[in-house]
């Protein structure tokens, strides 16, 4: 039996999907319906969601359209690359960042219009209707969830198509449809569907949108220098950048190098494995740079303890695990690391390739005193030799253990 809703926030873009999804809430639930376009710099106008979704009833004022693109890069893409978060050892979390932050902001909006239901356009097969449902309930379990695509038949575009001229919902045809399912923002850009459901099919070069292909990319090498305060990027080559400026014209830079393509089978968290395309340039570049002014700035263990929890770090965001205590405990670990990195990374760009040449720090840990390879007063070679027995003095014990038994 389904719960009476009186007014639902849906997740809306304005396009063939949720503009159904908005007219079937209508009718399927009778309830009013709030409107909440996010612009997270997916390239893409987000007022033409205002003209369609007016057309389709919705008051003006249930019509919320947020700019929310330096909130994404500061709050929830920088702390993610503080921890040098990949998935799998591929995939830099492009799509899974942002649904936290969309779903923290319908929760608010939901307190704001005194709405008690959130929907979104997820499908009952991937991972974001997870990550949606996850974020909700993280902030607000007394909100209903409606899921559209775990609860009606209209499973496929035709059946959408046709719901869409049944009800009179105006669906811009112009353009030629892309065959592949996209999601993009500031971060990244996806493909999933297509030829891409054939994991040994190579995509199409036409499928590319932000990157020219590491062959067709520039002879000559771009040089380019990041500068870190407390682990996030904050100047690129002597100009200081707000975060969502930073990731922008990192995506420029790296897209004209070819750089940031991936081709991934990875392990959803329903269970099922799914292939997909990635081009990520700006975090391509940061993950590279990040990791080299650590290099230059961390105490060794502590370098070594981050790497191992990484991979857990990632599977949480991954998952949609966001909000989850164990994400913030390991985020305020992260972050302490973090105080010591900073300085400048000068790195080299050709054709999709990123190569550090160079970085420098007022609070670097190397010490050329103890790692020259020439003459030093420092350090007395003879001790390594203490070093080395000691280490290797459970070899010795095992050893003579071993020769005993064998007599």
């Not at 979390?93 to 936290?100: E, N, Q």
């Given at each position: 039996?389904?719960?009476?809703?009186?007014?639902?926030v849906?997740?809306?873009?304005?396009?063939?999907?949720?503009?159904?999804?908005?007219?079937w809430?209508q009718?399927?639930?009778g309830?009013?319906?709030?409107?909440?376009?996010?612009?997270?710099?997916?390239?893409?106008?987000?007022e033409?969601?205002?003209v369609?979704?007016l057309?389709l009833?919705?008051?003006?004022?249930?019509i919320?359209?947020?700019?929310?693109?330096?909130?994404?890069?500061?709050d929830?893409?920088?702390?993610m690359?503080?921890?040098?978060?990949i998935y799998?050892?591929e995939?830099?979390l492009?799509?899974?960042?942002?649904?936290?932050?969309?779903?923290?902001?319908?929760?608010?909006?939901?307190?704001?219009?005194?709405?008690?239901a959130?929907?979104?356009?997820?499908?009952?097969?991937?991972?974001?209707?997870?990550?949606?449902?996850?974020?909700?309930?993280a902030?607000?379990?007394?909100l209903a969830?409606?899921?559209?695509?775990r609860?009606?038949?209209?499973?496929?575009?035709?059946?959408?198509?046709?719901?869409?001229?049944e009800h009179?919902?105006?669906?811009?045809?112009?353009?030629?449809?892309?065959?592949?399912?996209?999601?993009a923002?500031?971060?990244?850009i996806?493909?999933?569907?297509?030829?891409?459901?054939?994991?040994?099919?190579?995509?199409e070069?036409?499928?590319?949108?932000?990157t020219?292909?590491?062959?067709s990319?520039?002879?000559?090498?771009t040089?380019?220098?990041?500068?870190?305060?407390?682990g996030d990027p904050?100047?690129?080559?002597?100009?200081?950048?707000?975060p969502?400026?930073?990731?922008?014209?990192?995506?420029?830079i790296?897209?004209?190098n070819?750089?940031?393509?991936s081709?991934i089978?990875?392990?959803?968290?329903?269970?099922m494995?799914?292939?997909?395309?990635?081009?990520t340039?700006?975090?391509?570049?940061?993950?590279?740079a990040?990791r080299?002014i650590?290099?230059?700035?961390?105490?060794?263990e502590?370098s070594h303890?981050?790497?191992?929890?990484?991979?857990?770090?990632?599977?949480?965001?991954?998952?949609?695990f966001?909000?989850?205590?164990?994400?913030?405990?390991?985020?305020?670990?992260?972050?302490?690391?973090?105080?010591s990195?900073?300085?400048s990374?000068k790195?080299?760009?050709y054709?999709?390739?990123?190569?550090?040449?160079?970085?420098s720090?007022?609070?670097?840990l190397?010490?050329?005193?103890?790692?020259?390879?020439?003459?030093?007063?420092?350090?007395?070679q003879?001790?390594a030799?203490?070093?080395?027995r000691?280490?290797?003095l459970?070899?010795?014990?095992?050893?003579k253990?071993d020769?005993?038994?064998s007599k």
């Amino acid at each position: 039996m389904k719960r009476s809703i009186k007014k639902a926030v849906l997740a809306y873009s304005g396009g063939l999907d949720t503009s159904v999804i908005l007219k079937w809430l209508q009718d399927e639930y009778g309830c009013e319906v709030v409107t909440f376009t996010a612009d997270l710099g997916q390239g893409e106008e987000v007022e033409p969601a205002r003209v369609k979704a007016l057309s389709l009833g919705i008051k003006s004022e249930n019509i919320f359209i947020d700019d929310l693109r330096e909130e994404f890069v500061r709050d929830f893409v920088f702390p993610m690359f503080r921890a040098n978060a990949i998935y799998e050892g591929e995939y830099l979390l492009g799509t899974s960042i942002a649904r936290p932050l969309i779903a923290k902001r319908q929760v608010e909006i939901a307190h704001l219009t005194g709405a008690d239901a959130v929907s979104h356009g997820a499908t009952g097969k991937g991972n974001d209707q997870v990550r949606f449902e996850l974020g909700y309930l993280a902030q607000d379990s007394s909100l209903a969830v409606i899921a559209p695509w775990r609860e009606w038949d209209l499973n496929s575009r035709e059946k959408l198509l046709a719901y869409a001229s049944e009800h009179g919902i105006q669906i811009d045809m112009s353009g030629k449809k892309s065959p592949y399912s996209m999601d993009a923002n500031l971060l990244h850009i996806s493909y999933e569907g297509g030829i891409l459901e054939d994991p040994s099919a190579e995509p199409e070069e036409s499928m590319w949108k932000w990157t020219v292909s590491p062959q067709s990319a520039p002879d000559v090498a771009t040089y380019i220098d990041i500068e870190y305060k407390n682990g996030d990027p904050v100047a690129l080559d002597g100009k200081h950048l707000s975060p969502a400026t930073m990731l922008e014209k990192l995506n420029d830079i790296g897209g004209a190098n070819g750089i940031g393509r991936s081709d991934i089978v990875e392990n959803r968290f329903v269970g099922m494995k799914s292939r997909g395309c990635y081009e990520t340039p700006g975090g391509t570049i940061m993950l590279k740079a990040h990791r080299a002014i650590e290099s230059l700035t961390l105490d060794r263990e502590a370098s070594h303890l981050k790497d191992e929890l990484m991979p857990r770090y990632a599977k949480l965001i991954y998952n949609g695990f966001w909000f989850s205590p164990e994400r913030e405990m390991l985020q305020a670990a992260i972050d302490h690391t973090q105080k010591s990195v900073e300085g400048s990374v000068k790195l080299k760009l050709y054709k999709g390739n990123v190569m550090v040449v160079g970085r420098s720090s007022s609070k670097s840990l190397f010490n050329p005193e103890y790692s020259t390879f020439e003459e030093d007063a420092v350090y007395d070679q003879s001790d390594a030799e203490g070093f080395i027995r000691l280490n290797a003095l459970r070899f010795i014990i095992a050893g003579k253990a071993d020769k005993r038994g064998s007599k």
